[in-house]
């Protein structure tokens, strides 16, 4: 039989795009907040992860042997609270059943002042995100058998991004949008973070990993490629709206969060391509 899996945060940007991956594997059951993304007919579960109880009690129920924890963005409104109150119980839920933990951290963790970043670099946060994402790797990491992904910006060339999405909408509202060439980071490929998750499952590697695009590329580089792609980077450059500044991002913005992904290739069979070379595979396909 397929092993049991439980996917944290199903309903996330990533999550979205795991769930078909997964399904094709294991024995599924994915949870969401407050919107299920019914993207397959498998178990789903409306699950807050801030109470330890109903996390225990479904991991009892379905037994898995391998947790993805995704959930726990920036966006979340309790954002603290969710992601290390939620790294607590699911860690305890993994323990009680025994079962292998990936868990997705972030690259902004970091002060961005020495990149590119190895596994072995401590956090640095400058900002409450970075905190959080910090904590939450502190509490996973007392837990044998984890992984931590840490990972940058996720882009898919087949469903916007939040970031390109939110770009998208202030530009047709009419609103700034303002791209910096100051903050670098290594765009990864939705389908690569997907399937390194579900490959790190079958592993016997415990520790932080980094995975992320192969390409370092600052936001304004990042954000025209991808509103070229969805064929708005014309109109966006000749807009009043966009505009591009050099070296003047805030402060309490990491500048410089590449992350040294060798590890990753050495140690994964999974390719971890730059952006330029999805977008360029995607047009000759």
Same mark, same amino acid.
């Given at each position: ?5 439980? !996917? ?31 993207? @397959? ?13 109903? %996390? ?24 603290? =609270? ?7 119980? %699911?860690?305890?839920? =993994? ?104 490959? @790190? ?7 932080? @990993? ?40 805030? =402060? ?8 040294? !992904? ?24």
């Amino acid at each position: 039989m397929p092993k049991r899996i439980l !996917i944290t945060g199903g309903s996330s940007y990533l999550g979205r795009h795991l769930l078909p991956l997964a399904h094709d594997q294991y024995q599924l059951l994915y949870t969401y907040y407050s919107h299920d993304p019914a993207v @397959l007919p498998v178990h789903a579960q409306q699950l807050d992860l801030r109470h330890p109880q109903a %996390v225990n009690q479904l991991a009892a129920r379905w037994q898995p042997q391998a947790i993805i924890h995704l959930a726990g963005s920036d966006r979340s409104e309790d954002m603290t =609270a969710v992601i290390c109150r939620g790294a607590e119980n %699911v860690v305890q839920a =993994a323990q009680a059943v025994n079962a292998r933990l990936i868990h997705l951290s972030t690259d902004v963790l970091f002060n961005g002042r020495h990149g590119p970043y190895p596994e072995s670099e401590p956090p640095s946060p400058i900002h409450a995100y970075g905190e959080a994402k910090a904590a939450a790797e502190s509490i996973v990491a007392a837990y044998a058998n984890h992984v931590i992904v840490r990972t940058s910006l996720i882009y898919s060339l087949t469903a916007m991004d939040y970031g390109t999405q939110w770009m998208v909408d202030a530009l047709q509202a009419g609103k700034p949008v303002t791209l910096f060439d100051d903050q670098f980071r290594n765009p990864v490929w939705v389908e690569t973070l997907a399937r390194a998750c579900l490959e @790190l499952v079958e592993l016997d590697f415990q520790g932080i @990993l980094h995975v992320a695009g192969s390409q370092a590329l600052n936001r304004a580089e990042f954000g025209l490629r991808m509103l070229d792609w969805w064929n708005i980077g014309e109109r966006a450059t000749g807009s009043a709206q966009l505009t591009l500044s050099t070296g003047s991002s805030p =402060a309490t913005w990491p500048k410089d969060c590449r992350l040294d !992904i060798s590890l990753a290739k050495r140690l994964l069979s999974t390719p971890m391509p730059g952006v330029d070379a999805v977008i360029a595979a995607h047009r000759s396909s």
